[in-house]
């Protein structure tokens, strides 16, 4: 089956290649001015001394093409941390 743009059932099963691009400017931004770093599903894996961002909401693996980046802008399955 095909991904349908914006389906939110079909995001997950979109595949991020590369490093260089952010998930907005693949499933599609938030609307506001949001970045990753406010959202819900950004989570901080420590390893060693050091912590790499990855989203709860997209395909994740050990390597750095997963990574997310706190800056990134939103995409479009953003939802506000409250704490
Ligand atoms: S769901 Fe949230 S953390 Fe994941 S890419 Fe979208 S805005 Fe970033």
Do not use: S
Request: charged share 30%; glycine share 10%; net charge positive.
């Amino acid at each position: 089956m095909k991904p349908e743009f914006g389906n939110p059932k079909h995001i997950a099963m979109i595949k991020k290649k590369g490093t260089g691009k952010c998930w907005a400017d693949i499933v599609g931004r938030y609307p506001g001015m949001e970045h990753c770093k406010d959202c819900k599903f950004c989570q901080g894996w420590v390893h060693h001394d050091k912590t790499y961002y990855k989203c709860e909401k997209h395909p994740v693996t050990n390597g750095p093409g997963t990574d997310i980046r706190l800056k990134d802008h939103a995409c479009i399955l953003f939802e506000k941390d409250v704490k």
